[in-house]
């Protein structure tokens, strides 16, 4: 049982440059999402997802692009990075059933730098 | 709106000590409530929530009540180990949305 699988675990880009972050889940699960962790600021929502087809804009979006297009992937886009988005980056899913009652399951961080 | 409000760290323990991380939050209603950790170089994991006021969630040997009188979900535990040294996030959900409301995490250190 892979649960949610993120690639890659380390990337160093330069600024302007243009990366997607990898995210897939095999738990079937509804909703997915993308956070960006910064020391002393904890995890910060930047898009979710409720189902293949459907995405909306979290807390910090902007110079990020998602989509969903099966039940299973996620890819998070950073379409011309910037210093400010050197950050760690989860991807979460979780089914939404139930959904105040329901486990978050997170893959194990990608860690990007942006010089 | 809504918010959950953690304790600063680093905490830091010698082994066997008891430990308390303390967790307020604010909210328009009822949420849940959990304590995510998360152990150096991985993701978040779920170690206990709780659902309605009163309920105590426990895992590992840690334990939280949800206190609504206080809006309140402190982390306890009676023995800590060094293998707990990690961070661990307060958060809340609403039922009437799917979205997490993260507290700013809590680095414990656990010293031999």
């Known amino acids: 049982n892979a649960g949610v699988t993120q690639t890659p675990k380390f990337q160093v880009l330069k600024t302007g440059q243009s990366m997607t972050l990898q995210c897939a889940q095999d738990m079937n699960h509804e909703y997915m999402s993308w956070y960006r962790q910064d020391p002393g600021m904890g995890l910060r929502l930047i898009h979710y997802?409720?189902?293949?087809?459907?995405?909306d804009q979290g807390e910090v979006p902007n110079g990020y692009n998602v989509s969903r297009s099966t039940t299973e992937d996620f890819p998070l886009r950073l379409l011309s990075a910037a210093p400010s988005q050197t950050s760690v980056y989860f991807c979460?899913?979780?089914?939404?059933?139930?959904?105040?009652?329901?486990?978050?399951?997170f893959g194990q961080g990608t860690r990007l730098t942006v010089v | 709106g809504n918010s959950v409000t953690q304790m600063e760290g680093p905490v830091t323990l010698s082994e066997e000590a008891f430990l308390t991380i303390n967790c307020t939050y604010t909210a328009t209603g009822y949420p849940s409530l959990f304590w995510y950790v998360q152990y150096p170089g991985e993701g978040l994991q779920l170690l206990l929530k709780a659902t309605k006021a009163d309920d105590k969630g426990s895992n590992k040997g840690f334990e939280a009540t949800y206190r609504k009188e206080t809006t309140s979900f402190h982390l306890e535990k009676g023995s800590v180990q060094v293998s707990d040294s990690a961070v661990y996030f307060c958060?809340?959900?609403?039922?009437?949305?799917?979205?997490?409301?993260w507290g700013a995490g809590t680095k414990l250190i656990i010293k031999p």
């Open positions: 979460a899913s979780r089914p939404l059933k139930g959904y105040g009652n329901t486990e978050a399951f």
């Open positions: 997802s409720v189902g293949a087809g459907i995405t």
């Open positions: 958060a809340l959900m609403m039922d009437s949305n799917y979205q997490l409301i």
